[in-house]
């Protein structure tokens, strides 16, 4: 949640280092550059980052090269120690070359440090430990072996210590920030992790279900990576939330060329191709902002509170098409330092007696992403096609539109993942995210999963990816 809803988005340092380690192997030397830097602090976190480069996974000491890295920190001015620590292993996931598992490391990291004091500069230390890992098999995750004294503090086995300041804004030194909303990160296509979007929305709501699983349909938007037959995926818990899984799964939806496709508020996939603007938008004040939501282009109308958006078509039969779908861009727009809920945006159709009913309910998520609502038939015979839009007082709305076509025809795979790892490299049972269950994987803060789906063959001239998950998280 936190990587979305900064406004102040501050590289505070960065120090590029090459490591070499000199007798560690009998080739010679093993050369590594990590790039390392701090940003983004609220009042009470910062986001802790780091790229490596050329790790040299196959050369081997008796074991493969690898890493294992410790953040130290402490308020700027007082001894530097590692009272306050965060331990985080190298994590590998799988590249398929033909009968073979090739694991390698992500290139970036990034561990988000909480639990800091308001308007405080810290120190912030890296520390890169080397470390081997082995395996019993060709697709068995590795695991990591250390030295026996690497829990013991700053053992000389410390190749470098890279050395960051950071300022947290000024805040309430209250609880931080409610949320968590796990993210999650797509392989791409130019191998490198393309940041996404929040998932599961709907949890931070008050009002649920009982049991308080939700689903969820997210649409990536990068172009996913698909070597060795599998796309992957990272979800990431970066604040303080609890979550629990019962079942993730990947959409695979192909398509004709020409058109779009985008999920409704229930999970249902829906092409879009020859949109409408409105001819007028106003909002709750009777102000027109017609010029904001007409396109796609980021130039985004942000609510205030209790605020609403009443968009008029014009008459349904004048419309070129057999339906009436509504197709909305937005954006939840929740400040870093605010303790808010997430809120939905109900869709409203207005009744013959004036009155208005609410038809769907969108939850916008913290990155833009468009959604579908298909209210064929739920206007007034006769009239205008007229919806109302009630938006809480921290939503962005960039795009307003009817699509009158009808559905083309998508060819949907459902693929459930074959791989499932923790953000140490251990694996976890797959059997608990196949089924809708109450059997539930657990993702504590901190911590992220990958998962590995098989890519189906493409049946279609376009593609596009949805993530299906069910479940729900808590903040304590």
Request: proline residues 8%.
């Amino acid at each position: 949640m936190m990587e979305n809803r900064r406004r102040h988005r501050l590289v505070i340092s960065g120090v590029i280092v090459v490591l070499m380690f000199a007798g560690l192997l009998q080739a010679g030397l093993v050369r590594s550059t990590h790039f390392v830097w701090v940003s983004d602090p609220t009042a009470f976190t910062v986001d802790a980052h780091w790229h490596q480069y050329d790790t040299h996974a196959d050369l081997k000491v008796g074991g493969f090269i690898a890493y294992f890295y410790r953040w130290c920190w402490n308020v700027l001015g007082q001894p530097q120690d590692c009272s306050h620590k965060a331990d985080v292993y190298a994590i590998y996931y799988p590249i398929i070359q033909g009968m073979q598992c090739v694991w390698v490391q992500p290139d970036e990291y990034l561990y988000t440090i909480d639990g800091l004091a308001p308007t405080t500069t810290y120190e912030f230390r890296m520390f890169v430990f080397v470390a081997k890992f082995h395996q019993t098999s060709s697709c068995v995750p590795p695991t990591l072996d250390f030295p026996p004294d690497i829990r013991g503090g700053d053992s000389n086995l410390c190749v470098v210590q890279l050395n960051c300041r950071a300022t947290t804004l000024a805040g309430d030194p209250g609880p931080p920030p409610r949320g968590g909303s796990p993210h999650v990160t797509l392989y791409g296509n130019a191998g490198s992790w393309i940041k996404e979007t929040n998932v599961l929305p709907q949890s931070e709501s008050y009002v649920g279900p009982n049991p308080p699983d939700w689903n969820d349909a997210m649409q990536f938007v990068g172009e996913p990576n698909g070597t060795g037959g599998y796309y992957r995926i990272e979800i990431h818990e970066f604040q303080s939330a609890h979550n629990m899984f019962d079942r993730i799964g990947l959409r695979v939806v192909d398509y004709p060329a020409g058109i779009s496709v985008a999920v409704d508020p229930n999970g249902q996939v829906h092409s879009y191709s020859a949109t409408s603007a409105p001819i007028s938008a106003t909002n709750s004040v009777g102000a027109s902002i017609l010029p904001r939501i007409s396109a796609m282009d980021g130039d985004r109308y942000t609510a205030g509170a209790g605020d609403w958006i009443t968009a008029d078509f014009g008459p349904v039969t004048s419309l070129p098409g057999p339906k009436q779908k509504i197709v909305f861009g937005s954006m939840d727009n929740i400040p870093s330092a605010c303790n808010c809920w997430k809120e939905s945006v109900p869709v409203q159709v207005q009744m013959s007696n004036g009155t208005w009913t609410t038809a769907a309910t969108l939850y916008p998520r913290l990155d833009n992403r468009v959604q579908v609502v298909d209210l064929t038939g739920q206007f007034l015979p006769g009239g205008n096609a007229i919806v109302r839009l009630l938006l809480g007082g921290h939503h962005q709305i960039d795009w307003l539109a009817l699509d009158a076509s009808s559905d083309a025809v998508l060819i949907t795979s459902i693929v459930l993942p074959s791989q499932l790892n923790y953000s140490d490299g251990t694996p976890s049972a797959i059997s608990l995210i196949q089924n809708d269950d109450g059997a539930y994987l657990t993702l504590d803060p901190g911590a992220f999963i990958f998962l590995g789906f098989p890519v189906p063959a493409q049946m279609a001239a376009q593609r596009a990816l949805f993530l299906d998950v069910n479940g729900y998280y808590h903040v304590p």
